[in-house]
């Protein structure tokens, strides 16, 4: 069996470090992958794909990987990734954070999150306008991980769904 290392090398179409020029200290400001350490890969490949309608780019009984515009997002067995940076699964936790997914239009918001719903997430919060003149809610996927489903004015999706920061315009 590949280890999630081997995978993401053989797999992946991205590198997890940019290619550095001769003496420099610095990576590339940008996030090649997502893993969730996952409970169960069936229940949460459920989710994804039947629930939300992503497209695995590759699975096996351990990790599957999900294009995710320049990006690739990753589910793998909890154990498994534990093991992968030699953590003890006994006591692996899981960091404050959550995951975001940004809209065209404000009306696109609530049917995501009902769709999430209908296909078991936990409704977190639901949507609403924000304090930063968007509107967004939360829900949590089969494992507890929080995605905001966020429509903000100020900012430009593109094409591929890539998000362009914009402050003051």
């Known amino acids: 069996m590949l280890s999630r290392r081997e995978l993401l090398a053989g797999v992946a179409a991205v590198s997890l470090f940019p290619h550095k020029k001769e003496g420099a200290n610095t990576m590339d400001q940008r996030v090649s992958i997502v893993t969730l350490g ?7 490949k459920r989710f994804y794909s039947d629930g939300l309608g992503w497209k695995p780019a590759f699975e096996n009984n351990e990790i599957i990987f999900f294009q995710a515009g320049g990006m690739v997002f990753a589910l793998f067995l909890r154990d498994k990734l534990a093991e992968d940076f030699q953590a003890d699964p006994a ?7 959550a995951l975001a997914y940004n809209v065209r239009t404000k009306a696109e918001v609530d049917p995501l999150i009902k769709r999430a719903a209908a296909a078991g997430a936990k409704v977190l919060k639901p949507a609403q306008q924000a304090s930063w003149g968007g509107y ?16 903000n004015p100020a ?3 593109a094409p591929d769904g890539s998000v362009e920061f914009r402050v003051g315009e």
């Open 155 to 157: 900012w430009r999706l």
């Open 38 to 44: 996952v409970k169960d890969l069936s229940t949460s």
């Open 136 to 151: 967004s809610g939360y829900f949590a996927d089969p494992d507890g991980f929080a995605w905001e489903v966020a429509w």
């Open 91 to 97: 006591t692996f936790g899981r960091a404050a954070m």
